[in-house]
């Protein structure tokens, strides 16, 4: 059974950080590219990070180029998502996700989510 369990969401003022965090089994993490998805209130899910499998390749989505820093450790089935310079726009429930991928390039779809885990940036 595949699980994709997130954690490190919360509450934070604008201009702080957190440290979002995916672990994954079930699957052979090394082969997937892995992602983060997010939901704003009242929007469609949204694309924000990915990364490739070996982590030498990344891809963001222009809003949060500079801010935030996707990483994983296939040691540990983990994917990560450092937010920092946190904003109002930001705040949103946060979604991981895995994609099978043959070539060692990040991927903006997905074939398993996570249940997600709320980001709530406050003024």
């Known amino acids: 059974q595949v699980q994709l369990v997130e954690s490190g969401g919360g509450l934070v003022q604008a201009g702080g950080s957190l440290r979002l965090s995916c672990t994954v089994s079930?699957?052979?993490?090394?082969?997937?590219?892995m992602g983060w998805f997010r939901r704003a209130p009242g929007k469609e899910r949204e694309f924000v990070a990915a990364?490739?499998?070996?982590?030498?390749?990344?891809d963001y989505t222009d809003s949060v180029k500079g801010r935030f820093t996707i990483s994983r450790d296939n040691a540990k089935n983990t994917a990560y998502l450092q937010m920092n310079s946190l904003k109002l726009e930001d705040t949103a429930v946060y979604y991981c996700?895995?994609?099978?991928?043959?070539?060692?390039?990040?991927?903006?779809?997905?074939?398993?989510w996570g249940q997600g885990t709320q980001v709530t940036v406050s003024s």
């Open positions: 996700a895995a994609k099978k991928i043959s070539v060692d390039l990040p991927s903006r779809r997905a074939d398993y």
């Open positions: 990364i490739s499998r070996s982590g030498a390749s990344t």
């Open positions: 079930g699957l052979s993490f090394s082969i997937y590219s």
